[in-house]
Each structure stands twice: as C-alpha cells, then as structure tokens.
C-alpha cells in the first residue's frame, strides 16, 4: 500500500480541464432542448471549435435515456489520416447532477500530440495532454485536483499517443479505461479512481501490458494506493440525484490504510 499526501498542485492541466468542463456544461444546457435540431448540433460545434482553437465537427447530436445530451463521432479535421495531430470521439454522453456538477462519459476517446521541433506539443489547445508521457499515478491525481467536485468522470476504450516532429509515433497508451467517481468508506466520503492501460510503449508511468491502478484520494490524502481489483457497490453511472454543494466530508486519514478491508460503496449524493 501507498499513502501519498501533501499540497495538491493544480496546474495548468487542471485548469484546462476545469474551463474545458465548464464550458461543455454551457454548451450542454444551452442545447439541451434543441439538441436534435441542426442549429443546436451547428451551435455546439461553433463553442467547441472557438474553444479548442480548430474546427470540432459533430457528426449527429440526441437527447438519451435517462435524459442525457449525446454527441455522436466528433473529431478534428484531417484525423482520419494516421500522424496527424488532434482528437475524435465516438460519443460523449452529460448527463445533469445537480447545478454545474455533471456526469461525463467518453466513449473511443483518441488523442494525438505532435512535437512542434521547439520542444512544445500541438495542437495548443490539447498540448497540456502531451505532458502526461512523463506523468506517474500521482500526477493523474493532480490532474483531476479541479473536477472532483463537478464531474462523474468515465473514458473507455480510449488511446492516447504522442508524435515526433515527422509524425511518426513515439509513444502510446492503448485501449484506456478511466474511472474517477465519489464513494462512501464508513461513511466518510473520498473519490474512487481506477485506471486500465491495456497496452503502453515509450511512457515514464510504465511500459507492458494489462497494467491496472486503483487509488482512493481524500481531502486530506493525495493518494491511497487499493491492490487487487475492487468492487464498487450500486454503481448508477447516470443516476441524476441532486447533490450537496459540501458533499466532502473532513475526516483523520491517520488510519487510512484500515479503508483497504472495507466495502467501497458509491456515494450516490455526491458530484
């Protein structure tokens, strides 16, 4: 077991998820109601594109069971072809939970970064993401320091690969799956991570196959390492009950090794 603690940097990573979180939940209400029309499709492909600084194109756009907003095949221009920097998705689904605080589900997420020669990585609006080729498990904590309070957050079946300056790939993490979601341990409340790498070559976090992380992190706890594979409890991923705004509780993580022989159980009232 590892119980990581200290002052949690949230940084410029963090802070582009948060403002990107953000907007996507302006987005989402302002085309809840007319998401299945083009005006609402063309209307969120404007925010996104303004956004992310390049033409985001959304192929078709619906409301879901349970009243959920889905976007259908974004993606960047020219990702078709392979070593070109930018994104697609095969469906975003946001649902509400409360104000500003929404569930987020990414379904076949693929991200390319490409080194500019200078050192950075492009597309800008994404280049953030090119810094994870370097990151440790704790660093994924720091990354998501700004969404635990407003995001349910699931990726799967996603890849994430880095390009040198040719656009020939340098590095890459294959068929992701990502979990972060607030749980209760003895009634005390914490956010439950697990992360999947089916497949990674050229990372600093480590290089194989089927590799998994599962972790806790707590208000006062950065990171709590679980072994095994867990099971969480009543898993509703779009259960839409309306949560407290201070659903973190404070509590001693002094013996926060004794949670790894309890039950994880889902905290269904928080974000």
Same mark, same amino acid.
């Given at each position: 077991?590892?119980?990581?603690?200290?002052?949690?940097?949230?940084?410029?990573?963090?802070?582009?998820?948060?403002? %990107?979180?953000?907007?996507?939940?302006?987005?989402?209400?302002?085309?809840?109601?007319?998401?299945?029309?083009?005006?609402?499709?063309?209307?969120?492909?404007?925010?996104?594109?303004?956004?992310?600084?390049?033409?985001?194109?959304?192929?078709?756009?619906?409301?879901?069971?349970?009243?959920?907003?889905?976007?259908?095949?974004?993606?960047?221009?020219?990702?078709?072809?392979?070593?070109?920097?930018?994104?697609?998705? %095969?469906?975003?689904?946001?649902?509400?939970?409360?104000?500003?605080?929404?569930?987020?589900?990414?379904?076949?997420?693929?991200?390319?970064?490409?080194?500019?020669?200078?050192?950075?990585?492009?597309?800008?609006?994404?280049?953030?993401?090119?810094?994870?080729?370097?990151?440790?498990?704790?660093?994924?904590?720091?990354?998501?320091?700004?969404?635990?309070?407003?995001?349910?957050?699931?990726?799967?079946?996603?890849?994430?690969?880095?390009?040198?300056?040719?656009?020939?790939?340098?590095?890459?993490?294959?068929?992701?799956?990502?979990?972060?979601?607030?749980?209760?341990?003895?009634?005390?409340?914490?956010?439950?991570?697990?992360?999947?790498?089916?497949?990674?070559?050229?990372?600093?976090?480590?290089?194989?196959?089927?590799?998994?992380?599962?972790?806790?992190?707590?208000?006062? %706890?950065?990171?709590?390492?679980?072994?095994?594979?867990?099971?969480?409890?009543?898993?509703?991923?779009?259960?839409?009950?309306?949560?407290?705004?201070?659903?973190?509780?404070?509590?001693?993580?002094?013996?926060?090794?004794?949670?790894?022989?309890?039950?994880?159980?889902?905290?269904?009232?928080?974000?």
């Amino acid at each position: 077991m590892k119980v990581l603690s200290g002052e949690k940097k949230s940084g410029v990573i963090s802070r582009f998820l948060v403002i %990107t979180s953000v907007l996507v939940f302006i987005v989402m209400v302002a085309l809840w109601f007319g998401a299945r029309t083009d005006g609402g499709r063309e209307l969120a492909e404007s925010k996104l594109s303004n956004h992310f600084g390049m033409k985001v194109s959304i192929e078709s756009m619906k409301i879901g069971f349970p009243y959920v907003l889905v976007m259908e095949n974004l993606r960047t221009p020219g990702f078709e072809a392979a070593g070109t920097a930018g994104f697609s998705v %095969t469906e975003v689904k946001l649902g509400l939970r409360g104000w500003k605080k929404y569930s987020l589900h990414l379904k076949q997420l693929i991200v390319r970064v490409q080194d500019d020669g200078d050192g950075n990585w492009k597309p800008d609006s994404i280049a953030r993401l090119g810094d994870l080729k370097n990151a440790e498990i704790i660093d994924m904590v720091h990354l998501t320091d700004g969404l635990r309070k407003k995001v349910r957050l699931r990726i799967v079946n996603s890849n994430l690969g880095w390009l040198d300056v040719d656009g020939v790939e340098v590095a890459v993490a294959r068929d992701v799956d990502f979990r972060m979601l607030p749980v209760k341990i003895d009634d005390r409340k914490m956010h439950y991570y697990v992360l999947d790498i089916y497949n990674a070559t050229g990372l600093a976090l480590d290089d194989g196959r089927d590799m998994h992380w599962e972790w806790l992190t707590t208000p006062k %706890t950065d990171y709590i390492e679980l072994p095994g594979r867990s099971e969480v409890e009543n898993d509703e991923e779009w259960d839409d009950e309306e949560c407290d705004e201070d659903d973190e509780d404070e509590f001693d993580d002094e013996d926060a090794g004794g949670v790894l022989t309890t039950e994880i159980t889902e905290d269904t009232e928080g974000v």
